[in-house]
């Protein structure tokens, strides 16, 4: 049987009216973030393979876009981390070469950037973006659960560097757990390490929905609000996101996603 990888179009406050692609068996990461909407990550990993055939998912994309739907990004989220699949590269260059006239998105944990070979399979892309949560490794552990052996100063050096060499833009999620990564001196490791990197834009999201982790909470509006206006002063655009999860209705629901994408939750796309 095959697998479909093709989910929505869906709604997104931050990406607008987005096509998502989903590369990845389900729950296959190099993370497993206490906040994730998905639910537990089933197969740690930090190990790229060709998880589904490459041409089963560009024949996906050819039988809906052939159609030209109006589309602000086609984006590679789903259930796990997309680089870790090998076929990334290949589907971001069949889109940008046959389709051209939409913009490409892909939604990283940002682990394995400092892999050459997924920067050059980005490369093609319009828009990357990353995740940063703390500077400082026990938090980083704390609220990633990552494969042994990441860490954290290592993603933020590999996502600068790539800043450097990405012709796209990059856009810097942050995802917010009171407690973790809500004090002073964690805003303001985190607010060095964005002055370094130098995204376009800031995104800061929030729990909305049941996490992995039931003890995870969102901070309340004023302190969201506050931290709003902290890392506003590097004058840098900052976003608020609602959703830490790119699709999660998509995530916990045990059908296919080309047959939840006919009827999909409008704030699917708002993490």
């Not at 319009?126 to 860490?151: A, M, N, W, Y």
Request: net charge negative; proline share 7%; charged share 25%.
């Amino acid at each position: 049987m095959t697998e479909n990888h093709i989910f929505g179009p869906v709604m997104s406050r931050r990406l607008g009216r987005s096509l998502g692609i989903d590369l990845l068996p389900f729950k296959t990461c190099s993370y497993d973030c206490v906040y994730c909407e998905c639910g537990a990550t089933t197969h740690l990993t930090k190990k790229r393979a060709e998880f589904f055939p490459t041409e089963e998912v560009i024949s996906q994309l050819d039988t809906v876009l052939s159609k030209g739907p109006t589309l602000d990004y086609i984006t590679f989220a789903g259930s796990g981390e997309p680089t870790l699949s090998l076929s990334i590269g290949r589907i971001i260059r069949h889109l940008k070469t046959a389709y051209p006239e939409y913009k490409v998105a892909v939604l990283t944990n940002g682990s394995l950037l400092g892999d050459k070979e997924v920067r050059n399979d980005l490369s093609a892309a319009d828009l990357v973006i990353p995740t940063l949560t703390s500077t400082s490794q026990e938090t980083f552990e704390q609220i990633h659960r990552p494969c042994p052996g990441l860490l954290t100063k290592t993603v933020i050096s590999d996502i600068r560097e790539f800043r450097k060499e990405f012709g796209g833009e990059i856009w810097l999620e942050i995802f917010l757990i009171p407690g973790l990564n809500t004090t002073d001196d964690e805003l303001a490791s985190l607010s060095e390490a964005i002055r370094m990197i130098r995204p376009k834009r800031i995104q800061l999201n929030t729990l909305d929905r049941p996490a992995a982790e039931d003890w995870v909470t969102a901070p309340d509006p004023d302190e969201l609000e506050n931290i709003r206006k902290y890392f506003a002063e590097l004058k840098i655009p900052v976003d608020v996101a609602g959703v830490c999860c790119e699709q999660p209705d998509v995530c916990r629901a045990g059908e296919s996603s080309m047959n939840r994408s006919k009827n999909p939750p409008h704030p699917a796309f708002d993490g």
